[in-house]
């Protein structure tokens, strides 16, 4: 396909645990009859499909795919993005995401769970307690850093 034509900025954020978006941007020199397609791959053991749920810009071309009970089983995920218009060929967008390097995916967290607080007044101590936020794929509790904001009301 002709340069410039293929997508630019592909981002994917995870949230609530198991809905995904990913977005883009067009590519710099297409016009406004050009589609893209996503379609992706969650792990190596299964079929490539392709997005159900696009999201679109005014033109009405896909910018963007909305993934619900997404679950990421292993390190590898895969994506492919191409196009299409009359008369003119696209540059396709393809890769395989590293979940645990790769920065294309990104995760937002819950907040902790079950928050406990139990101030005594005679020591003017707390303690407070939580438990991990759920996600995606983390699976150590060790992988958490926690920051404790104490307003005094």
């Keep these: 396909g002709m340069n ?10 995870i949230f609530n645990v198991s809905f995904m978006n990913c977005t883009w941007h067009v590519g710099r020199t297409v016009t406004e009859d050009t589609q893209y397609f996503l379609y992706w791959r969650p792990s190596k053991k299964e079929v490539v499909t392709e997005c159900q749920n696009y999201i679109k810009d005014n033109c009405g071309r ?3 795919c909305q993934f619900q009970n997404v679950t990421i089983k292993d390190k590898n995920a895969y994506f492919l993005v191409n196009g299409s218009r009359s008369g003119q060929n696209i540059q396709s967008y ?13 995760e937002k967290l819950t907040p902790p769970l079950n928050v406990t607080v139990n101030c005594k007044e005679d020591s003017h ?26 307003e005094n009301k």
């Design 62 to 64: 896909h910018t963007g």
């Design 125 to 150: 101590r707390c303690s407070i307690w939580w438990q991990p936020p759920r996600t995606s794929h983390v699976k150590k509790s060790s992988c958490f850093k926690y920051e404790i904001v104490i």
């Design 4 to 13: 410039g034509t293929a997508i630019e900025n592909f981002v994917c954020v």
């Design 94 to 106: 393809e890769r395989e995401i590293l979940l645990i390097s790769d920065y294309v995916i990104v």
